[in-house]
């Protein structure tokens, strides 16, 4: 017997069954469906570090490593801005650090880039970060950075209050 779900089409209600479920094999449309909408969903959400990025000078290839980590932690419907660890300022940072460091080794050794895919550096950067544990240099350097930015944050604000106080006066 089918589940169902409601939707919502032109202010009206309607019941709709649940076609997929986690397991259900895809048929070469549905899996063309998907994705194309994770490939949509990923330059959605991509595009504003892509433009910061632009603005900022950092190189294409940067970009596309942290398109690849992004895209290979992506999961529908968790909204995040990537990073892997959600919600963790320190963990996204020391991750990221972690990867780097990864991408900077592989290079050194002169090791083939195609071995490496996205999800084989995370991997990498994952098991590096658990070596060193939770009292690591990577996670405590991101923890001392995310601390500074949070009191820059903090104190730029004391500014930006100062100054709307003063253009609202006026």
């Known amino acids: 017997m089918p589940e169902y ?37 990923l330059r959605n959400n991509f595009a ?40 963790d300022p320190v963990m996204t940072l020391a991750m990221g650090v972690a990867r780097e460091l990864i991408r900077n080794a592989i290079k050194a050794k002169g090791y083939d880039m195609e071995q490496w895919p996205a999800s084989r550096i995370s991997q990498a950067a ?16 991101a923890r001392t950075q995310v601390e500074a930015e949070k009191n820059a944050a903090k104190e730029a604000m004391t500014s930006v209050n100062e100054l709307l106080d003063q253009q609202a006066a006026q």
């Not at 397991?23 to 469906?33: D, I, V």
């Not at 994952?126 to 350097?141: C, E, H, V, Y």
């Open 5 to 41: 779900d409601q939707i919502t089409i032109q202010g009206k209600t309607f019941r709709v069954p649940l076609r997929y479920s986690a397991g259900h094999q895809l048929n070469e449309n549905e899996a063309a469906a998907l994705n194309q909408t994770y490939h949509e969903n």
């Open 48 to 87: 504003k570090k892509v433009s910061d990025g632009d603005e900022a000078g950092v190189p294409q290839e940067t970009l596309q490593q942290q398109l690849d980590d992004y895209a290979n932690e992506y999961q529908f419907g968790v909204r995040t801005g990537g990073g892997g660890f959600r919600g």
């Open 126 to 141: 994952k098991a590096l970060l658990d070596q060193q544990g939770p009292d690591g240099k990577i996670i405590q350097t």
